[in-house]
T-cell receptor, first 110, second 114 residues
Framework: KQEVTQIPAALSVPEGENLVLNCSFT??????LQWFRQDPGKGLTSLLL?????REQTSGRLNASLDKSSGRSTLYIAASQPGDSATYLC?????????FGTGTSLTVIP | NAGVTQTPKFQVLKTGQSMTLQCAQD?????MSWYRQDPGMGLRLIHY???????DQGEVPNGYNVSRSTTEDFPLRLLSAAPSQTSVYFC?????????????FGSGTRLTVV
């Protein structure tokens, strides 16, 4: 069974810092990997989607990488802002199911 | 706007009552699923469907029924509500296969069972 792990579980940084969130998965047979953001009491918003044939995707201050062979993905956030405070989840799709990590709770301190 | 629509947004039920949470998508996605999210436990898969007429159980299916008569709709039925089913429920959909566009989530239904 696919297992997805996110490290760290919580992270607190001062505004302006660059930071990296990590996601690892046990089975490399995936179709894609997706990063989501969830604000308290809200739904999940898709940030970046990386297909299995891709190495990275970028959107604004966000950059996500994928190393399928090693079962790892990173989400890089540049010049963090207080508005980036949220829980970040990664998910892998195997064709039949999505498997989610338990998330990293990010706090950006003004 | 295209997307996943969940109704209702909020619901309070009494123990033993039944109800249906509605989920509809207009993106022609084959794959649809229901999750519940509880504090400190992350997302847990209840049921999913890979196409019309096909459903399967996820991690926590007990107490819930689903059906998929059309590509667009995937309702979740609570047969006899229990306080343990108090949670936030999310519906999500996706294309299947390589090159899929990724998961799209609805905005959630907050259910309280008293």
């Amino acid at each position: 069974k696919q297992e997805v792990t996110q490290i760290p579980a919580a992270l607190s940084v001062p505004e302006g810092e660059n930071l990296v969130l990590n996601c690892s998965f046990t089975d490399s047979a995936i179709y894609n990997l997706q990063w989501f953001r969830q604000d308290p009491g809200k739904g999940l918003t898709s940030l970046l989607l990386i297909q299995s044939s891709q190495r990275e995707q970028t959107s604004g201050r966000l950059n996500a990488s994928l190393d399928k062979s090693s079962g790892r993905s990173t989400l890089y956030i540049a010049a963090s802002q207080p508005g980036d405070s949220a829980t970040y989840l990664c998910a892998v799709f195997t064709g039949n199911q999505f498997y989610f990590g338990t998330g990293t709770s990010l706090t950006v301190i003004p | 706007n295209a997307g996943v629509t969940q109704t209702p947004k909020f619901q309070v039920l009494k123990t033993g009552q039944s109800m249906t949470l509605q989920c509809a998508q207009d993106m022609n996605h084959e794959y649809m699923s229901w999750y519940r999210q509880d504090p400190g436990m992350g997302l847990r898969l209840i049921h999913y469907s890979v196409g019309a007429g096909i459903t399967d159980q996820g991690e926590v299916p007990n107490g819930y029924n689903v059906s998929r008569s059309t590509t667009e709709d995937f309702p979740l039925r609570l047969l006899s509500a229990a306080p343990s089913q108090t949670s936030v429920y999310f519906c999500a959909s996706s294309y299947r296969g390589a090159g899929a566009d990724g998961y799209t989530f609805g905005s959630g239904t907050r259910l309280t069972v008293v």
